[in-house]
């Protein structure tokens, strides 16, 4: 069977070459294309650059080919643009031409092919999904509607914190407690539930799907079936996994969350907006079939991975980076007590009098980018760029960590020093006001839950900070920094045992 499989490829492969080197050179007149390595039939540069095209390798490849090269990976295009006025015209400028997402075989699964918000190309349906996550989800009201609870949550942490005495001596993964924490957060948004601990069976098997959805979406173990689709039939078995795990996690989000809420919301509760949460928005805009099911369990699937990983992940660097500078881990507390005074738990209203505050987050966000490419754009029609013709459907990664991390525009970018935000970039912020720093990206796409991210990063850090002071086990003077890219996201490579003492 096998080598059935084996023949076809072979043959299709002699056929794809031919038609490959015909096409090519069809095209080669046609257009002016991006500066790049010279593609080769059939696996276009594949083969020279490999499978791991995360944000350091990029911006290795800009350094050699320019602000704007093309990759032919195989049968896709991939545009990379990495300097702030490229980064505008894909972003604003040419916001609507550059505003779709491109799948991969891999994304087609997990999304229905675009049956979500964040997956789908620019247009009337992701106009409609993005107007309909606003009220529930992205704005002020919801903020104030949920930082106490968010509050709760993180005095959860630091209660939970000082009653394990190993966390003062030895130290613990507290990454794993704040991941319930950060379940906590947006569940109480999505459904008004919340997890009890970290062994409740429901959040064991709910963390454990959306972790396998990740690794296996962000892996680039699937790039060849991808890139060459003559392979796919080598991927069938990686397909079938990925399928499994998306109908498996669709159906607890509908069993244990959805079908739960419907039998919960009776019609007078669902007249009193106080007592709404975001479901009940959403199951509104289905009833009056705006929407169907499965764009609702969409919704939620997205909420599970843009909100919930994102925002773990930088929080986890932004531990890690005060760990590891403990001078600016005390300047933070000084500030705190300072401000607040000793013992007053930072609030998210405080948390806009604490300018130190601001620029740690602000300074880990650029450092350590959970989206460092952002989320992959796309052109649905053949477009310009920069000077060059951009075929259709070609995938353009905007380089965001390069933008913010290149040393012809910052000083010493290699260097965690919050006081840049206070000192010379002291009027750049996070919602992409200067196209050098864009964390959430900017225009169309942008990430709508900077309004809901931004509090809960203050929130968490400013409280940790107050509470304890946080240093590396016994025995070492840093904790490992190392990365680990994906597709598209960045996230630290181990999660570090941290010793937290509780400040006297
Ligand atoms: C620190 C936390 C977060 C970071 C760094 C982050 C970053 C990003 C980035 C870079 C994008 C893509 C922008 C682009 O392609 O131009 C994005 C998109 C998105 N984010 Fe976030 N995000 C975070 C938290 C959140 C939260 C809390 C939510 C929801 C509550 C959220 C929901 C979304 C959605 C729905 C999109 C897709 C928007 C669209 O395609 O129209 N994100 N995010």
């Not at 500030?335 to 130190?356: A, N, W």
């Not at 060059?388 to 970018?413: C, G």
């Amino acid at each position: 069977m096998d080598l059935v499989v084996l023949e076809k490829a072979l043959i299709g492969l002699f056929v794809a070459i031919v038609v490959a080197i015909t096409v090519s050179k069809f095209r080669g007149k046609r257009f002016k294309l991006p500066p790049g390595p010279f593609p080769v039939p059939v696996f276009g540069n594949w083969l020279q650059v490999g499978d791991d095209l995360n944000h350091r390798n990029l911006s290795d490849l800009a350094r050699k080919f320019g602000d704007i090269f093309l990759l032919r990976m195989g049968q896709r295009n991939l545009v990379v643009v990495s300097s702030p006025d490229l980064a505008k015209e894909v972003l604003h400028t040419q916001g609507v031409e550059f505003g779709s997402r491109t799948r991969n075989v891999v994304f087609d699964i997990f999304t229905g092919k675009g049956q979500d918000m964040v997956f789908t190309v620019y247009g009337e349906h992701w106009r409609k999904m993005r107007r309909i996550m606003t009220v529930p989800f992205f704005t002020n009201k919801v903020v104030q509607q949920y930082r106490q609870g968010w509050e709760d949550e993180v005095a959860a942490v630091v209660q939970d914190v000082r009653n394990k005495p190993e966390a003062s001596t030895t130290g613990i993964v507290l990454r794993r407690r704040l991941q319930l924490m950060m379940y906590n957060n947006m569940y109480r948004i999505m459904f008004d539930r919340r997890f009890e601990s970290e062994d409740d069976p429901l959040f064991v098997k709910l963390k454990a799907l959306n972790g396998e959805r990740s690794r296996l979406a962000q892996s680039f173990e699937y790039n060849y079936g991808d890139f060459i689709p003559i392979l796919r039939p080598f991927l069938r078995g990686y397909l079938k996994i990925c399928k499994e795990v998306k109908e498996r996690r669709l159906q607890l989000f509908k069993d244990y969350f959805l079908d739960e809420r419907k039998k919960l919301a009776s019609p007078k509760s669902s007249d009193n907006n106080e007592l709404k949460c975001a479901i009940d928005h959403i199951l509104e805009a289905q009833q009056k079939g705006e929407i169907n099911e499965d764009n609702v369990l969409y919704i939620i699937e997205n909420i599970n991975v843009a909100a919930i990983e994102t925002t773990l992940w930088s929080i986890e660097w932004g531990i890690a980076e005060l760990v590891n500078h403990p001078h600016i881990q005390q300047k933070l507390r000084n500030e705190i007590d300072s401000v607040l005074g000793r013992g007053v738990q930072v609030t998210e209203p405080d948390t806009h009098k604490l300018p130190y505050l601001q620029a740690v987050i602000k300074e880990t966000l650029r450092f350590r980018m959970a989206i460092p490419l952002l989320v992959p754009h796309m052109n649905l029609h053949d477009a310009r760029l920069g000077g060059y013709d951009i075929p259709a459907e070609s995938k353009v990664l905007v380089n965001a960590w390069r933008l913010a991390n290149n040393p012809a525009h910052w000083k010493n970018p290699n260097e965690f020093r919050p006081e840049r935000f206070l000192e010379e970039e002291a009027k750049v912020e996070a919602n992409g006001n200067d196209f050098r720093y864009l964390p959430f990206g900017v225009g169309r796409r942008s990430c709508p839950g900077i309004i809901l991210a931004l509090p809960i990063l203050g929130i968490t850090l400013g409280r940790l900070v107050q509470n304890f002071e946080l240093l590396p086990p016994p025995g070492q003077c840093k904790i490992d920094t190392s990365e680990k890219g994906g597709q598209f996201s960045l996230h630290i490579l181990k999660h570090s045992t941290i010793v937290a003492k509780p400040r006297a």
